[in-house]
Nanobody, 121 residues
Framework: QVELVESGGGLVQAGGSLRLSCAAS????????MGWYRQAPGKQRELVAV???????KYADSVKERFTISRDNAKNTVYLQMNTLKPEDTAVYYC???????????????WGQGTQVTVSS
């Protein structure tokens, strides 16, 4: 059974940093695309950043220059370094992984359980 386990969320003051991690287990292949989405109260889930196995990345405009996504293909793990955090970054952050490309999912789309990030002003 495929499982994505996130860690690293928490409470931080505005301007601070956090690093999220997401490790995939129960698979016998590598995910082509791994990434992070977030959902704030009363809002739809939105893309934060994604990365493919070749290292290409995409970011939401709101996090460019502040967040950095990276991955360890050998460990099937994806990271999100979040710097200069703002109160509007407060949300539940979800890890996502799938085979295929940024635009095309092949097979199943997997999600983690979510980790809370709260940024106080």
């Amino acid at each position: 059974q495929v499982e994505l386990v996130e860690s690293g969320g928490g409470l931080v003051q505005a301007g601070g940093s956090l690093r999220l991690s997401c490790a995939a287990s129960g698979i016998k292949f590598s995910f082509n695309v791994m990434g992070w989405y977030r959902q704030a109260p009363g809002k739809q889930r939105e893309l934060v950043a994604v990365i493919n196995s070749g290292g290409s990345t995409k970011y939401a405009d709101s996090v460019k220059e502040r967040f950095t996504i990276s991955r360890d293909n050998a460990k099937n793990t994806v990271y999100l370094q979040m710097n200069t955090l703002k109160p509007e970054d407060t949300a539940v952050y979800y890890c996502n992984a799938h085979r295929g490309s940024f635009q095309h999912i092949v097979g199943s789309d997997y999600w983690g359980q979510g980790t809370q990030v709260t940024v106080s002003s």
